[in-house]
């Protein structure tokens, strides 16, 4: 791996849920009390499938851009590039992707917003010829 991109250490192989990214990520849970937050990085590639943050109440996600460059997605919306000092506000129910721009690493916390009944639905990867054409 990379010598560390930001001042959060990069943490291990995220094996836990590596079925659910395309490339490797890696992952440094930096509190799971109160609030979940993990500092996630991308190998140059690396992104998550398609996903969805349920909530009955509250719920979703933000994420703060903290080295490298990536993208997010909405389904149906173009992508957005990302880059040091971005803040991502996802609410819950947006079906959406998250990860490293093509031949660049990327890092960004990802807080759990909290809420009841939270859980995250897992969906299909990111279509691998609309990512490539990414700039």
């Known amino acids: ?7 959060f250490p990069s943490g291990s192989k995220n094996d836990a849920f590596a079925q659910y990214f395309t490339g490797q990520s890696y992952l440094n849970m930096l509190s799971t009390t109160q609030v979940g937050i993990g500092n996630v990085t991308f190998e140059p590639g690396c992104r998550n499938n398609w996903h969805i943050h349920h ?8 994420l703060l851009c903290t080295a490298g460059r990536g993208y997010y997605q909405e389904w149906g919306k ?4 990302l ?3 971005d803040v991502v506000n996802i609410p819950a129910g947006v079906k959406h992707w998250h990860g490293a721009a093509p031949g660049e690493w990327f890092q960004h916390l ?5 809420g009841e009944g939270c859980r995250t639905e897992w ?8 990512y490539d054409a990414l700039e």
Do not use: F, N, T, W
């Open 1 to 7: 791996m990379e010598k560390e991109l930001s001042v």
């Open 55 to 62: 909530a009955q109440q509250g719920g979703g996600q933000i």
């Open 78 to 81: 173009p992508p957005r590039r």
């Open 83 to 85: 880059h040091p000092g």
């Open 110 to 114: 990802a807080v759990e917003v909290p």
């Open 123 to 130: 969906c299909e990867p990111v279509d691998a010829a609309e």
